[in-house]
């Protein structure tokens, strides 16, 4: 259960999931994928393209408009 | 809390209790939450993306009542979201992944990482939008080129062209602000030239703005591209013909579908699948309320959704207290109970009330009185009688936690005599 970071901050749609899709395909299963955004359209985008895919989602709002999105990899 | 500890605890699956919970963040479950929080009830509401649900797909809200000047969506939301805050409501920004009926009457809410027990739940989850159904959607969905928010996306498109598909208020609407960015905004529109179904404000804008252009009698046929959506292909409704529309992207607004796939089984859902409710926003299990988009309603605003929120809240919150009083006040305890039923309005009610006083006082060792005001609370009543009595004042004899009589004929002083002496010679 490894755990990998991507910092996302600063960048807008479509950004956020274009690199979330990149890094989670390298990612083994079980593995932990934090996705850091300030952009309120990749908490939109992020989390349902995750779920959709069968993965475990949860969002913490880390700041006054900064979230973590934590993306578990089950397949 | 450090990331390992976090892990840690993912492990196994902890259970906490409270009083309410809420599905969705938008406006109705916001608003719940507001009336929740302010009626101290330990509330927890779940979000699964960004708090302020549809709203904050809207760039401006020109229609919600005490706001004179536009609002964006996600502004507005944000109000809504710190108001729910002050008032204590806990957010957790996950999926619920499903809610059962424990046989205690407690409800369980089950997420990735931890199940929440609550006495009762309110769903506000709303609607997902409507997908064309057209050939190769799924290939473009995930910003591929098919976007549902253009609050989202439109800067994104800047300089470019995009197609709408649809003609209420989302898709004229969005389509404007589309404008401030995109090159041109083509319009696909299942009716007869002229004919869109948004507001007549939004239309006047629509069809003064150079860079809206509309295609009539067309349905999208099919999705086409390399890696990202390149072209679609409209079919025209009347003559069949393929119509082939080079774009960077396209939004589609075409309505929403109710997101109740969770509920299935557990509660009442229309044939489209909105949840059934009447109008204390009470599905058909005790202690699930919904709000929202989600019902079956007339009209799905955020001004609806508001009213729909604090209804359901309220009523969970008469639920709560009402189902406590009953447990541990009104069928708890040894002594046998006798229970009035009554309305203070009413003349022969408030006439008898010196008796049940004097019976109070006289009995006070061996029998309970309790006086339930029916106006406050037609739940218990509704619960101990199993539906209103047919006339008021109304008594109840309760022995042992359970009830054994309901008298609400005839009653005078002396029957009241006789209905406590009854119960202590049980």
Sequence with gaps: MAEYRLDCFGEACPVPLLKAQKKLADLKVGDLLIVEVDHSCAIKNVPEWARKEGHNVEIEEIGDGEWEIYIQKTK | MLITERKAKAMEKKTLDYDVAIIGGGAAGLTAGIYCGRARLKTILFEKSLVGGLATYTDEIENYPGFADPQKGIELMRKFEAQAKRFGVEFKLTDVKGVRLL?????????????????????????????????????????????????????????????????????????????????????????????????????????????????????????????????????????????????????????????????????????????????????????????????????????????????????????????????????AGEKPKLIYVWEPASQCCRELLPVIEELDGKYKEKLDIEKVDVYKSQFLINKLCGQMPEALPAVISVVNGEVKEVACTGLTGEKLHRLALELLNR
């Design chain 2, 103 to 331: 046989e205690d009457g407690w409800k369980l809410v089950e997420t990735f990482r931890v199940n929440y027990r609550v006495k009762a739940v309110i769903i506000a989850t709303g609607g997902k939008p409507r997908l064309t159904g057209a050939k190769n959607e799924e290939n473009f969905l995930y910003d591929k080129g098919i976007s549902f928010c253009a609050t989202c996306d439109a800067a994104y498109y800047t300089g470019k062209e995009v197609l709408v598909v649809g003609s209420g208020d989302a898709a004229i609407e969005e389509g404007l602000f589309l404008t401030k960015f995109a090159r041109k905004v083509k319009v696909s529109v299942i009716h007869d030239e002229g004919i869109l179904d948004a507001n007549k404000v939004a239309q006047e804008q629509a069809f003064a703005n150079p860079k809206m252009e509309f295609i009539w009698n067309t349905m999208v046929e099919e999705y086409q591209g390399e890696e990202r959506l390149e072209r679609v292909i409209l079919r025209h409704t009347k003559t069949g013909e393929l119509i082939p529309v080079e774009v960077d992207g396209a939004f589609l607004f075409i309505g929403y579908l109710p997101d109740t796939g969770l509920f299935e089984g557990l509660i009442a859902l229309n044939e489209q699948g909105y949840i059934i409710t009447n109008e204390r926003m009470e599905t058909n299990v005790e202690g699930i309320y919904a709000a929202g988009d989600v019902r079956e309603k007339y009209l799905r605003q955020v001004a609806t959704a508001v009213g729909d929120g604090a209804i359901a809240a309220v009523a969970a919150e008469h639920y709560i207290t009402g189902s406590d009083y009953l447990q541990n006040q009104l069928l």
